[in-house]
């Protein structure tokens, strides 16, 4: 199988207990399969259904038993059909056993991948728990359940159960839920498992991670105590935010009959002198400008890469604080990992040693970052001890970036205290807000928490892919009404707003409530207040700024630029407030490095035409766009052949870059192979 290519198996009760869920099972399984088909278009899935009145598995026709367990599907690579399949599970007539169903998942998967793939193969099971299991021929129930963990252990695989409880279980099924649960307990603590209890069709739909996302770490080195002191980790991202996949421009030019058409849209821009509209400004004669006062200041590339801040790559302990003096909200952007170097005994020991101390004097650390080398900026953090209390899972720490001065806010706002008495909430009113608030209570003593993030999806997202499967069968598709289950998650619980109305009334009660009306958004009142003022010029210079001027004032790169192009590309591949972003970076890059070499005099572009592809090749790995990278790399090159540049062909050779390999992304075509001689099998030179 390709690196980073997962197996699943989906193991689902159908049970007639599970009749009144199967509708919340039809879309959370859909949806996997959908973002697979986005994310992991070559990933296998099969499905398994259990407390069907059929029989239908290789373990009963081969040994015997196993019986009301039928394999919907084998194992293949996901399509359009699956989904389809998981939108219409037929409805099983009996108990199912659960025990059967995972033993007839692994027979799929041993039979279908042997000892390969290993930590790539994972079983899901949703059920809720109430169906009696079989008893074993021989020994206990227990006794099978560590059977089973020992040989998914041997052959890598993973096991997920989500135990679904909507309401209380009562009478007979008592004992058998009990049971259950302890035998659904005991994977986690035997083998690679886990179990989850959810009670809401919300958190069934965010229970099972739809997408699997391969750890990587952002930094391998020394956390350094002291010059003489230094503890081996690696950090990892703990939360991070989930973007839009990537929209492509699309052409519908090329004739239909084409079948080999990319339907690629390519832009090229060029830079004219404002003097004369049809002159060129060549890479060369182009500089950038900063606004200092009422003049700009040309600032040259060299120059700018003298003035940046070149620190090493390094994680350094810059003291120590009682962890009451971290506001909570002065913490920024995404939550990291630290945890000890796994093969290192002596770093797990000092990790655990500095966790346990800190959190028992109720201290956090202060760190200095610099994650890679040549990284631009520093980062400063907070470490926060995460002590385990898990036996098999080793303590580790938090890291959350703090501001600089500058990122801070201030807002002065008075005080509700020196406002007079008439404008002050008296007791009823008071006591009405708090009965409010109380009635709104996510979290109540005899109920699951709802909308807990680890079982909460992303409800944008998830009509998103919705659509986009809908709209793959159906081009001329409307878009549908949001799905009743998503509701729930943008909308406060209708049930729970009916049973606490007398709440609602009272707060209406004691409060004067008025509808606000909705202002337009419009600059014309700014232009009224500045006209005939010395501040007109100023608005009107503000408001004919370039892109490029925006983009150095603001935060978010629009244009590559010549200074640091490099940054300017990885920023703008970072952009998640447009799909076009990647694509616009990856275009923009091409022509910079087109530029570079087509005015190159004796190679001196070369370096720089290097460093510009090298991060287009990284950032096409990172945003699994292999392909525009090849076909750019192939084009170059013929480029440069006909074009009497061989010599850049050879720099390259000379520096090892290559095509990008499956190995390095999976979506790509070419092979290791391939990849590696591509420079080596040069054409010849036309004469």
């Not at 930590?119 to 129930?141: A, F, H, Q, V, W």
């Not at 519908?252 to 079948?259: F, M, Q, R, Y």
């Not at 920024?332 to 796994?342: E, G, L, R, T």
């Not at 760190?367 to 002590?387: D, E």
Request: charged fraction near 30%; proline fraction near 6%.
């Amino acid at each position: 199988m390709a690196r980073n290519k997962e197996a699943l198996v989906l193991l689902l009760d159908v049970g007639p207990s599970m009749h009144h869920l199967l509708p919340e099972v039809e879309k959370i399984c859909s949806m996997i399969v959908q973002k697979k088909l986005v994310y992991s278009k070559y990933d296998e899935v099969g499905v398994v259904l259990f407390g069907t009145e059929e029989t239908e598995n290789e373990l009963t026709m081969e040994v015997g038993g196993y019986e009301h367990v039928v394999v919907l599907q084998n194992i293949k690579v996901v399509d359009g059909d699956l989904v389809e399949a998981l939108r219409q599970i037929p409805r099983g007539t009996v108990p199912g056993d659960f025990l059967d169903a995972i033993v007839v998942g692994m027979d799929m998967l041993i039979k279908k991948y042997s000892s390969t793939n290993k930590g790539k193969k994972r079983m899901c099971i949703i059920t809720n728990g109430l169906s009696p299991i079989k008893d074993p021929y021989e020994g206990s129930k227990e006794d099978q359940v560590n059977a089973i963990a020992e040989q998914m252990t041997s052959h890598g695989m993973k096991l997920e159960c989500v135990v679904v409880r909507e309401s209380v279980v009562l009478g007979e099924n008592v004992s058998v839920m009990e049971e259950n649960d302890r035998l659904l307990n005991l994977f986690p603590k035997k083998t690679r498992a886990k179990t989850v209890f959810v009670e809401s069709s919300t958190s069934l739909l965010g229970a099972l991670k739809t997408r699997s996302i391969s750890p990587v770490t952002i930094f391998r080195g020394d956390l350094e105590i002291s010059p003489k002191l230094k503890i081996k980790v690696w950090v990892y991202k703990k939360t991070s935010e989930e973007k839009f996949p990537t929209l492509k421009k699309y052409s519908d030019k090329a004739p239909s009959t084409d079948k080999f058409a990319s339907h690629e849209v390519k832009v090229d821009y060029e830079y004219k002198s404002v003097e004369d509209a049809n002159k060129v400004v060549p890479p060369e004669q182009r500089i950038k400008g900063y606004r200092y006062g009422p003049q700009v200041v040309p600032i040259s590339a060299d120059e700018w890469d003298a003035v940046k801040f070149k620190p090493d790559k390094s994680v350094k302990l810059l003291g120590f604080t009682d962890s009451s003096n971290i506001m909570r909200h002065h913490y920024m952007k995404d939550v990291n990992i630290f945890i000890a170097d796994p093969g290192d005994q002596n770093a797990i020991v000092a990790v655990s040693a500095l966790a346990r101390a800190m959190k028992e004097m109720h201290k956090v650390a202060i760190l200095r970052c610099v994650w890679r080398q040549g990284q631009g900026n520093v980062v400063v953090g907070i470490l926060t001890p995460n002590v385990s209390d898990n036996d098999h899972i080793p303590d580790s720490f938090y890291f959350n970036i703090l501001p600089f001065a500058e990122d801070v806010r201030e807002f002065q706002f008075p005080s509700f205290s020196n406002l007079p008495a008439s404008l002050l909430p008296d007791e009823e009113q008071q006591e009405a807000a708090d009965n409010f608030v109380k009635m709104l209570d996510l979290a109540p003593s005899d109920k699951e928490e709802m909308l807990q993030p680890d079982f909460t999806p992303n409800p944008v997202l998830e009509r998103f892919y919705n659509y986009l499967e809908l709209k793959s069968k159906h081009p001329d598709a409307a878009v549908p009404p949001l799905d009743k289950t998503l509701k729930r998650i943008t909308e406060p619980d209708p049930e729970l707003l009916a049973k606490k109305k007398s709440a609602i009334d009272s707060l209406l009660r004691h409060f004067e409530v008025k509808e606000k009306p909705k202002l337009k958004k419009s600059t014309r009142r700014m232009r009224e207040k500045l006209s005939g003022s010395d501040d007109e010029d100023n608005y009107r210079r503000i408001s004919s700024k370039t892109e490029a001027d925006l983009t150095k004032n603001g935060d978010k790169v629009e244009k590559i630029g010549d200074l640091t192009p490099v940054q300017d590309f990885e920023s703008m591949m970072s952009r998640r407030d447009n799909p076009e972003w990647v694509n616009r970076a990856i275009t923009e890059m091409k022509n910079k490095i087109h530029d570079l070499i087509e005015d190159s005099y004796e190679g001196d572009n070369y370096p720089k035409a290097l460093d510009l592809l090298v991060a287009l090749r990284k950032g096409c790995i990172l945003e699994q766009e292999p392909k525009q990278f090849n076909d750019f790399l192939h084009q170059l090159c013929k480029f440069c052949l006909e074009n009497d540049l061989r010599s850049f062909c050879d720099f390259l050779a000379s520096k090892g870059i290559t095509l990008i390999s499956k190995t390095e992304a999976i979506d790509s075509d070419v092979t290791e192979e391939e990849a590696g001689s591509f420079l080596v099998k040069r054409e010849p030179q036309p004469e």
